[in-house]
């Protein structure tokens, strides 16, 4: 008989997230899944085509069923409409537990922001005596702090009780590397057999560089340094800003800074960018769906990855590392700690976060190799990807210790 798990998840395709693919793989596997998540509206707080506040609350995914709850959009991406949609989805997907069909062998959280998000999966796992893991790829409430500029003490308090709580509560737990399982161990009181640290893999396709005419005739002879995903003061990508543009006063002449992605933080950088007179050589491209970012990687000279400088920040490794180091380019790190690490296990350079003198340098030093020392920086960062981030080998792992507890 096939195994049964529930995925728990706030953000669910049609929206841009790795669980989409990791519940292909549990498929793929012969794993039965149904899939507890959100009316798609990120990251532009936007009702996607063919949505709205009243559903559809029940569709198929490549065979997984999938149950929608109503959450209040993000609309604006104002903090008070980020805070209403981090506790809404929570309350009405606990409201909904009882249309699920029951009889899972475990359940699963892949718990982005808010924290709060596992909650109704809690309450599931245990009314059902089934374990529960949660994919912790946002720590808060330190993430919290790096979005929502919360100062009161009390409030503060409030999340740190409520973030502990919650991880206590769950029977596994899995962290991106070993900083954050150490982390959570000290928070949880668990022990190292019940927090697995399983990097978030790199789906295959992001290995396969696809040209695209259109894309090379329109940012063709520049030297092109690309960011690709979501646009929030985490990612401090005014720091890469204010550094590409030090880099072309010191004789960086073509480097042209191409972001893909969109997010809350939008507004503010463009109006930096008109600042500083930038517009001419940072270009805001837009959202597109994962599939197409080979396009831009293969387009790339060079990738971007950049975190802001709090410290718990650099517990985690962003998910876009695996996919960069995947593209077989150079790629340059801006940010601390174990994702900073990781760039330079790989060969890329690195510089401290928040710094962008010393991002500048790195721009500078990389924009006067030669083709073939950056395309020695891209092989090594491919064989990285090769030998950290492949897709079955750590798809089978989260399978093992989200059902077995083994990894």
Excluded at 104 to 115: E, K, R
Excluded at 207 to 230: I, K, M, S, W, Y
Excluded at 291 to 314: C, N, Q, R, Y
């Amino acid at each position: 008989m096939a195994r049964r798990i529930l995925v728990v998840t706030q953000h669910f395709w049609p929206e841009n997230f790795r669980i989409n693919d990791i519940v292909d793989g549990f498929l793929q596997d012969g794993i039965e899944v149904d899939v507890l998540c959100g009316l798609p509206n990120y990251p532009k707080g936007e009702w996607f085509p063919g949505y709205s506040g009243k559903g559809p609350m029940e569709e198929t995914y490549h065979g997984a069923r999938v149950f929608r709850c109503r959450e209040i959009p993000r609309k604006g991406n104002t903090s008070a409409n980020i805070f209403l949609n981090y506790v809404s989805w929570p309350w009405y997907a606990w409201r909904g537990l009882g249309r699920l069909p029951g009889d899972y062998d475990a359940v699963f959280c892949f718990n982005t922001s808010p924290v709060l998000m596992c909650w109704p999966a809690i309450r599931y796992a245990k009314r059902q005596g089934v374990p529960f893991t949660n994919y912790v790829l946002d720590i808060w409430p330190e993430n919290l702090y790096s979005v929502l500029n919360i100062q009161n003490p009390l409030l503060r308090r409030m999340a740190q009780g409520v973030s502990d709580a919650l991880y206590r509560r769950a029977d596994r737990l899995i962290a991106m590397s070993e900083p954050l399982q150490k982390r959570l161990m000290e928070r949880t009181g668990k022990g190292a057999e019940q927090v697995a640290v399983i990097p978030q893999y790199c789906e295959d396709f992001y290995a396969e560089p696809r040209h695209d005419p259109e894309l090379e005739q329109r940012f063709g002879n520049r030297f092109n340094l690309v960011f690709t995903g979501t646009f929030t003061p985490a990612q401090s990508l005014e720091t890469v800003i204010r550094a590409v543009k030090a880099a072309r006063e010191a004789g960086a002449e073509t480097l042209h800074l191409l972001l893909v992605g969109d997010g809350m933080s939008r507004n503010a950088l463009e109006q930096l960018v008109r600042k500083l007179d930038a517009g001419a050589y940072v270009t805001f491209y837009g959202s597109v769906p994962a599939t197409e970012i080979p396009k831009f990687t293969a387009l790339a000279d060079a990738l971007m990855v950049s975190l802001s400088d709090s410290p718990d920040l650099g517990l985690t490794v962003p998910a876009k590392v695996a996919s960069y180091m995947a593209a077989g380019k150079p790629v340059l790190a801006s940010m601390d700690g174990a994702g900073s690490a990781a760039v330079a296990e790989a060969g890329g350079l690195t510089s401290p976060a928040c710094d962008a003198e010393a991002l500048a340098g790195n721009l500078t030093a990389l924009y006067r190799m030669s083709a073939r020392q950056r395309a020695e920086m891209g092989r090594r960062a491919r064989d990285y990807y090769l030998a950290h981030y492949r897709r079955s080998e750590l798809l089978r792992k989260l399978e093992r210790f989200i059902l077995d507890g083994t990894v």
